[in-house]
């Protein structure tokens, strides 16, 4: 009898638990991975620029885009890639990222690279690119490599004071809460007419003649009419592939110290729209 009993019980056991309704399994976080392509140049003061793991403590440091925006505010795992004579960019590496970003180097892009480089862009990865005097002569080059055959190419840095970027297009996601950003010394992008079926606009430093934004004489004489130059600006490919550029490195600097940082005007916000939407 008691067998039995034992046996009805464990049957009403399994039949409530055969009837009760599964919990779904929470979905599993998609990881998403932001490389940083850094250049090997020392300049003159001694230590490299814009590096994301270094101990933090100089103005030209982006540990705190790093640990404060894109960690934090995104929860995107942030690495970084010294480029030398000695090492080289493969597509399985960036096939690893979500988003790359090009901090114009020393030396230029092999074809090889290239060819990796935008193969990654043409599968549907996310890349920033952006050049400045720091990172060594000519190092705006390397990016051209890559950017040119888009009709776009990124001018030397100006070497112009602190300047507010204000002719900003507000209604784009990455600019969203974004009245101005604020650079120093910025490396402006020439748009070709060609290229602005494909290329949205988000911020301009304007008028050219104004100090900050202007165009040096040999940059000025390559502007054709129809063609734009901008500070911020956009591309999606075919494949969602999302590319933007960044006229300068400064907005997203530590500081506080030369030129801008991140705290000065919607530097931060600006950051975090630009990174969450390359992330998508």
Avoid at 4 to 33: D, G, H, I, W
Avoid at 98 to 126: C, D, H, I, P
């Amino acid at each position: 009898m008691k067998v039995q009993t034992c046996e009805l019980f464990f049957a009403l056991v399994l039949m409530a638990c055969a009837s009760a309704p599964l919990t779904p399994a929470p979905p599993t976080p998609t990881v998403k991975n932001v490389l940083f392509i850094q250049g090997d140049h020392l300049p003159d003061n001694g230590y490299p620029h814009s590096r994301v793991r270094d101990a933090g403590t100089v103005p030209e440091s982006f540990t705190r885009l790093r640990s404060e925006v894109l960690e934090r505010d995104l929860n995107l795992l942030v690495d970084e890639f010294v480029l030398t004579t000695q090492n080289t960019i493969i597509i399985e590496q960036l096939k690893r990222y979500t988003v790359v970003v090009l901090g114009s180097n020393g030396r230029l892009f092999s074809s090889a690279e290239l060819a990796a480089l935008n193969q990654y862009y043409e599968q549907g990865g996310s890349m920033l690119v952006y050049a400045d005097f720091q990172y060594g002569p000519n190092n705006w080059a390397s990016d051209n490599g890559f950017i040119n055959p888009f009709g776009i190419e990124v001018f030397p840095d100006n070497f112009q004071p602190t300047t507010l970027i204000s002719d900003v297009l507000t209604t784009h996601p990455v600019m969203n809460g974004v009245k101005a950003i604020q650079g120093e010394g910025i490396s402006q992008f020439r748009i070709s007419q060609a290229a602005l079926a494909q290329v949205q606009v988000l911020a301009t430093c304007s008028p050219l003649t104004r100090s900050g934004c202007i165009v040096k004489p040999e940059e000025q004489a390559k502007i054709q009419t129809g063609d734009v130059v901008a500070c911020v600006w956009v591309r999606v490919n075919a494949s969602a592939g999302r590319l933007a550029g960044l006229c300068d490195r400064n907005p997203l600097h530590n500081g506080p110290g030369p030129g801008s940082d991140i705290d000065q005007v919607d530097n931060r916000t600006f950051a975090r729209n630009l990174f969450a939407w390359l992330a998508k």
